[in-house]
């Protein structure tokens, strides 16, 4: 079993900036963090959960939406278990609940966006003020 948990969001002013983390806790026949997926999504009001960035099991491969390239990274320590979102000018259309959800694989090269991703978080708020 894995748990993912979110965390830092919050209320920034457009053109701030946010790092959010996603910290796991593996069960004893869960095998390596390292051997996990990862990926970032988000859901705003009234829409569709989306995909917003994803990082490979080693970090060698990673995927954005158009909309967040060149202004979010993602990246992953696995000696301590987790995946971090930085955020850097952030638009009032970034406003959502960003999950993290994981699963096993170990392809470099894998489509992150359409993984399917059966560890999910509980989610963090993220609000970007005009």
């Known amino acids: 079993q894995v748990q993912l948990v979110e965390s830092g969001g919050g209320l920034v002013q457009a053109g701030g900036s946010l790092r959010l983390s996603c910290a796991a806790s593996l069960g004893t026949s869960s095998g390596l963090f390292g051997s996990y997926a990862v990926g970032w999504f988000r859901q705003a009001p009234g829409k569709e959960r989306e995909f917003v960035a994803g990082?490979?099991?080693?970090?060698?491969?990673?995927q954005y939406i158009d909309s967040v390239q060149g202004r979010f990274t993602i990246s992953r320590e696995n000696a301590k278990n987790t995946v971090y979102l930085q955020m850097n000018s952030l638009k009032p259309e970034d406003t959502a609940v960003y999950y993290c959800a994981a699963v096993t694989s170990y392809n470099d090269y894998a489509d992150l966006d359409t993984l399917p991703y059966n560890y999910w978080g509980q989610g963090t708020q993220v609000t970007v003020s005009s």
């Open positions: 990082i490979s099991w080693s970090g060698g491969g990673t």
